[in-house]
């Protein structure tokens, strides 16, 4: 009984540290004030030679300076420009967008796609997405991680105009308007700054370019198809 008893203090100990841990290194950090709107520069005159320091966030603006403008965005109403290739656009309010996000763990874009267009398959680094359409008809989905069966595991789901789905953090995500006509969604996350890599543009386009044998034996095709690909993508 008394052995029963330390060894579920000791797993409840294990459970709360390892939630613990991963409250700690998965999302932004809470704040500590009630807010700390962003600024670039440090810009205290005996610091000159630090004008643009990199820390995890934004350096906080003196709060009395801070203005009602300073958590405010507007053109938000307004669609982006879908007449690109992949035939969807994003307008990201972000922290560098809208500076009171800053420290708030917190953030939205807008979503714009013709028909047919897509949102091609990407991942937010640091941040969940919960996305819901305002007009018109979505595929969504996302892949799992590697699973130890070996399997990657497709989640998708068509939606329509005050459908959500939520892409967990990290993972592979898409969009493909499957409708007639444009279509709009927003997205929020749990981050002020989310990050995105788009897995085509990364893979295939990166700077300096991947040396295409590695490419060419990762995705297991001809090597002229790979070195396409890196034309295609290739700034
Ligand atoms: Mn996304």
Redesign the pocket.
């Known amino acids: 009984m008394m052995e029963g008893s330390v060894l579920m203090y000791q797993v409840a100990t294990v459970a709360l540290l390892a939630l613990a841990c991963s409250l700690a290194s998965a999302y932004d950090p809470s704040p500590l004030q009630d807010f700390c709107v962003a600024i670039d520069k440090y810009d205290s005159a005996d610091m000159n030679t630090f004008l643009l320091v990199f820390v995890n966030g934004k350096f906080c603006k003196d709060p009395k300076d801070v203005k009602a403008e300073d958590f405010f965005f507007s053109r938000l109403n307004v669609a982006a420009d879908t007449s690109g290739r992949l035939g969807s656009n994003s307008t990201a309010v972000f922290v560098d967008q809208l500076p009171g996000h800053n420290t708030l763990g917190i953030s939205l874009s807008r979503v714009d796609y013709a028909p047919y267009g897509v949102?091609p398959p990407?991942i937010?680094p640091r941040g969940i997405?919960l996305?819901i359409v305002l007009e018109g008809t979505l595929l969504a989905g996302f892949v799992t991680s590697n699973q130890a069966d070996g399997e990657n595991r497709l989640f998708t789901k068509v939606l329509n105009a005050g459908d959500i789905i939520v892409?967990p953090i990290g993972l592979i995500?898409f969009q493909l308007n499957i409708g007639k006509s444009n279509a709009i969604a927003l997205?929020s996350f749990n981050s002020q700054n989310p990050g995105?890599i788009t897995i085509a543009n990364a893979v295939f386009g990166s700077e300096p370019p991947i040396n295409p044998d590695v490419l060419t034996k990762a995705f297991q095709v001809d090597k002229n198809i790979i070195e396409y690909l890196q034309k295609q993508f290739g700034k």
């Open positions: 949102n990407h937010h997405e996305l892409f995500h997205a995105v």
